[in-house]
């Protein structure tokens, strides 16, 4: 069974900086295409940033593009969520979530494709 855990969140002043990490555990990280995704209050989970199982294919959804970047690292089992220039509006639960693929480059960016999740850490952006 795959475990992801996420860490990394916390209080942050409009502006600043914050990078997130979800390690996972339990199965062959290498095979799994990532993502991250966010659920603010009273909102819906939606899309934040996905990374193909070989780590060469990235996507980002417009609210962030240009200010987050997706990475990973298959040698730590680890993903990646630098979150640069942050606004009161990136404030969320954030949560990793993990696609068992055969497609090197693969990028999916809707939560029901996805079969692992992590519990999810609080990022709050302060104006």
């Known amino acids: 069974q795959v475990q992801l855990v996420e860490s990394g969140g916390g209080l942050v002043q409009a502006g600043g900086s914050l990078r997130l990490s979800c390690a996972a555990s339990?199965?062959?990280?290498?095979?799994?295409?990532m993502g991250w995704f966010r659920q603010g209050p009273g909102k819906e989970r939606e899309f934040v940033a996905a990374?193909?199982?070989?780590?060469?294919?990235?996507a980002y959804a417009d609210s962030v593009k240009g200010r987050f970047t997706i990475s990973r690292d298959n040698a730590k089992n680890t993903v990646y969520l630098q979150m640069n220039s942050l606004k009161p509006e990136d404030t969320a639960v954030y949560y990793c979530a993990g696609r068992g693929v055969l497609n090197a480059y693969g990028l999916w960016t809707r939560p029901n494709l996805y079969d692992y999740w992590g519990q999810g850490t609080q990022v709050t952006v302060s104006s």
């Open positions: 990374i193909s199982r070989s780590g060469d294919n990235t």
């Open positions: 339990g199965g062959s990280f290498s095979t799994y295409a």
